[in-house]
């Protein structure tokens, strides 16, 4: 049961299956962002700044870009110009109703 693990094996765990979602995401750039966003309301870009505001609560000195090059495993312009594609209407569409404040 999780409440029976300690700390330090949780912590380790959760680095775990962090890093094999980043991995996943980095293999996986047939996925583009704005359908992540639409399907599950996440996306790369999201995960960069929740790394981001972790690293800022932990007094660690990372910026943006560098956050996001972790999570992109490249600096983020050169992932936008091999991977991302324009968005359609359709998904444009769909993220303005998922995304509705």
């Known amino acids: ?3 029976d693990l300690d700390e330090k094996t949780r912590t380790e765990l959760e680095a775990a299956a962090f890093r094999r979602l980043v991995t996943h995401l ?3 750039t047939d996925v583009q ?3 992540m966003m639409n399907l599950a309301g996440f996306c790369r870009n999201c995960l960069s700044k929740w790394y981001l ?3 800022q609560e932990k007094g660690v000195g ?3 870009p560098q956050a996001r090059e972790i999570v992109y495993g490249m ?3 050169e992932w936008k110009a091999k991977h991302q594609k324009e968005a359609t209407a359709d998904q444009k569409a ?3 109703v ?3 404040h």
Do not use: F, G, V
Request: charged residues 35%; aromatic residues 4%; proline residues 4%.
């Open 1 to 3: 049961m999780a409440a």
């Open 26 to 28: 980095r293999e996986r």
């Open 33 to 35: 962002n704005i359908d």
């Open 53 to 55: 505001a972790a690293a």
């Open 62 to 64: 990372l910026t943006d």
């Open 75 to 77: 600096p983020y312009d």
């Open 94 to 96: 769909k993220l303005a």
């Open 98 to 100: 998922s995304h509705k």
